[in-house]
T-cell receptor, first 116, second 112 residues
Framework: GAVVSQHPSWVICKSGTSVKIECRSL??????MFWYRQFPKQSLMLMAT?????????EQGVEKDKFLINHASLTLSTLTVTSAHPEDSSFYIC????????????FGPGTRLTVL | KQEVTQIPAALSVPEGENLVLNCSFT??????LQWFRQDPGKGLTSLLL?????REQTSGRLNASLDKSSGRSTLYIAASQPGDSATYLC???????????FGKGTMLLVSP
């Protein structure tokens, strides 16, 4: 149980295009989902926290108009990188809190984004 | 602001050695601490989770300890194997909210 999936697992796009990454909790309802970014040999950095049915909370320094997050249901959150640039190339990982459990996060397998 | 530091950044050992990975955090008001394994290009695998009221957790050849007052945790790996080669991440969950703060990780290479 407690499986989180991400789609796609990797994506290559041209500079200026938008890319959508999906995060799904497969066997539980996730009231809260988190989006992280990881650059090579760096730690995971929290980008934003999304709660189902409300606006995401972005960490300092993360552009909310560039990284659009939608958490429309209890099992799906999406991250859209708008007008992607090469510096947005990174590994994006989502995690999810099962409903009522704030002390546990289940992580997705990650999405490798390469912007040419 | 919570900061998590992991030492060493990289470690290379021959198979069979016992080893210790270190993690320190600046704010002791944590809810729990977790150790993860990350293989290259992959997501995270949770290894051990220690609640703030606990001192240690064990799973197979892995043992993690927590000294909350001094802001330190160690991950002990016994009888290391080549399959243990990966990056090990330490993360703390801060009291009051469920966000995690990660360290940069220790890259472990166990040679046959």
């Amino acid at each position: 149980g407690a499986v989180v999936s991400q789609h796609p697992s990797w994506v290559i796009c041209k500079s200026g295009t938008s890319v959508k990454i999906e995060c799904r909790s497969l066997d539980f309802q996730a009231t809260t989902m988190f989006w992280y970014r990881q650059f090579p040999k760096q730690s995971l950095m929290l980008m934003a926290t999304s709660n189902e049915g409300s606006k995401a909370t972005y960490e300092q320094g993360v552009e909310k108009d560039k990284f659009l997050i939608n958490h429309a249901s209890l099992t799906l959150s999406t991250l859209t990188v708008t007008s992607a640039h090469p510096e947005d190339s990174s590994f994006y990982i989502c995690s999810a809190n099962p409903g009522g459990r704030r002390d546990t996060q289940y992580f997705g397998p990650g999405t490798r984004l390469t912007v040419l | 602001k919570q900061e998590v530091t992991q030492i060493p950044a990289a470690l290379s050992v021959p198979e069979g050695e016992n080893l210790v990975l270190n993690c320190s955090f600046t704010d002791s008001a944590i809810y729990n601490l977790q150790w993860f394994r990350q293989d290259p290009g992959k997501g995270l695998t949770s290894l051990l989770l220690i609640q703030s009221s606990q001192r240690e957790q064990t799973s197979g050849r892995l043992n993690a300890s927590l000294d909350k007052s001094s802001g330190r945790s160690t991950l002990y790996i016994a009888a290391s194997q080549p399959g243990d080669s990966a990056t090990y991440l330490c993360a703390v969950m801060n009291s009051g909210y469920s966000t995690l703060t990660f360290g940069k990780g220790t890259m472990l290479l166990v040679s046959p």
